[in-house]
């Protein structure tokens, strides 16, 4: 983060949000799938010039799906693109306070 310009407030907020927000949650096992490529994947979202996530790189996805030995079908894919759309309106929401 401080390679794009992140003050050290900002990133301890980022940090302590992080924190906050990683509680338990149960998923159903019909959308485990769909969890496991988000969390491959978490690493490779794209930055606008402000740091704000805008998207999945989806080159990057395929490559850290194929090193995890998932394999993306059209439907699994349809999932990662809500779960993608979701984390941006969150990711957002969060820059917004």
């Not at 704000?52 to 993306?72: F, M, N, Q, S, T």
Request: proline share 4%; aromatic share 12%.
């Amino acid at each position: 983060m401080r390679a794009w310009g992140a003050s050290e407030d900002q990133i301890s907020q980022w940090l302590s949000q992080q924190q906050k927000q990683n509680s338990e949650f149960a998923v159903r096992p019909e959308n485990w799938p769909a969890v496991e490529l988000f969390l491959v994947a978490a690493t490779q979202w794209r930055l606008a010039t402000n740091g704000a996530p805008y998207g999945l790189d989806y080159a990057g996805v395929e490559l850290a799906a194929r090193w995890a030995e998932l394999k993306i079908t059209p439907e699994l894919f349809a999932d990662l693109r809500i779960m993608e759309q979701a984390a941006i309106a969150k990711f957002a929401e969060l820059r917004a306070r």
